[in-house]
């Protein structure tokens, strides 16, 4: 049997019988609820909304938002330290003709040879730990001296 067909035979068997009374106030709530329904009142939101432009507004303010909120959160992210870095360079040789004699090393000679030829120099960036550390090393190696 189907659901509805033991339905049917329920209500058959329940003996309630329905008075007037009761079909009137049932009317008279039916009658009022529609009444209700049928003069509702707009609210002034959806009135607001059906305009187009404003719709047009709404959505880029939204995503006005979304673009500051996002490019906020990836600025927030914490600072990563640069590890320190020892950077060596050269410094080209310059070829010279002597115009002295081969001969004579004298001391001057030497000294133009000497500056003449590549010297590594460093450019150290240090952080505020690596310089303490640097000091410490140095107030060590002066008391042991």
């Known amino acids: 049997m189907k659901l509805a067909d033991n339905i049917h035979k329920m209500i058959k068997k329940m003996h309630v ?3 007037a009374e ?3 106030k049932v009317h008279d709530d039916i009658s009022i609820s529609l009444a209700e329904s049928a003069c509702a009142k707009t609210s002034t939101m959806r009135s607001i909304t059906k305009v187009g432009i404003v719709k047009l507004a709404v959505a880029a303010a939204i995503f006005i938002a979304f673009g500051v ?3 906020i959160g990836r600025w927030s992210q914490p600072p ?3 590890p320190p870095s020892l950077v060596i360079a050269y410094v080209p040789s310059i070829s010279i003709h002597s115009s002295a004699s081969k001969s004579e090393d004298g001391f001057w000679r030497q000294k133009v040879f000497a500056a003449m030829q590549p010297k590594p120099y460093a450019q150290t960036q240090f952080d505020k730990t690596s310089l303490l550390n640097a000091y410490k090393q140095y107030l060590k190696e002066k008391y042991y001296d």
């Open 69 to 71: 909120g996002f490019s």
């Open 80 to 82: 990563q330290p640069e």
């Open 17 to 19: 019988k329905a008075s």
């Open 22 to 24: 009761l079909d009137k």
